[in-house]
């Protein structure tokens, strides 16, 4: 069912689009509550004669669309996450936890509206883009860093693991130096022997 939406639904469209819904859906709730009317004839030609009053609310929502946008453009999110040992993210940072992050902000944007070049799985600072209002976008980073508590964890652990491989080498080069040292005192008990055994035969 065809309807003329008479005020922004953010899962549909803006004011003035002609948008496809179930009849239930426009019946029950978008005609009732105001947000849409049925797109017949007679409804597209009230539309028309509206076009002024509804192009000044359209440049409304437009202008604080545009304000919006300039206090998303160049924002930077940061989000503290907690890594695997391959250092992976345990999860991944979704679009909701996004739209979330900036309605603490004050800003609204849909999480549906909020677009990431890929899915973020990882460490580092990455580019997103939140539609506002049909052709206007803006830009904010989303830089992910490792828990605080954890970091420290790792770097605890990293330097018992470089204290251990220090001892193991240690141990290694000292077994080593100990098995030089006693071979030649082996060597000399040898010769010792075949000389008494030589001086015997000598005697005899």
């Known amino acids: 069912m065809k309807v003329i939406l008479t005020e922004k639904v953010p899962t549909l469209g803006n004011i003035g ?3 496809n819904v179930s009849a239930g859906h426009a019946r029950n709730y978008l005609v ?3 947000f849409a009317m049925v797109a017949d004839e007679g409804n597209k030609r009230l539309l028309a004669a509206q076009q002024k009053s509804l192009g000044k609310k359209i440049q409304a929502q437009r202008d604080a669309a545009n304000e919006t946008k300039k206090k998303i453009e160049g924002l930077v999110i940061e989000l503290i996450k907690k890594v695997g040992a391959s250092g ?4 991944t940072v979704t679009n909701a936890e996004l739209s979330k992050e900036l309605e603490n ?3 609204t944007v849909e999480r549906r509206l909020i677009h990431l070049d890929a899915p973020i799985k990882g460490l580092g600072t990455f580019t997103a883009k939140a539609k506002i209002f049909q052709d206007i976008e803006a830009t904010f980073k989303v830089k992910v860093a490792i828990d605080p508590k954890q970091a420290e964890e790792l770097k605890l652990a990293q330097e018992e693991a470089l204290k251990a491989a220090e001892a193991r080498k240690k141990a290694a080069a000292d077994a080593k130096a100990a ?3 006693a071979t030649p005192a082996a060597e000399m ?3 010792q022997r075949l000389k008494m055994e030589v001086d015997k035969l000598l005697r005899s």
């Open 17 to 19: 689009e002609i948008v």
């Open 32 to 34: 009732p509550n105001g």
């Open 88 to 91: 992976k993210l345990f999860g």
């Open 105 to 107: 902000r004050g800003l």
């Open 179 to 181: 098995g030089e040292s």
């Open 189 to 191: 008990t040898e010769e």
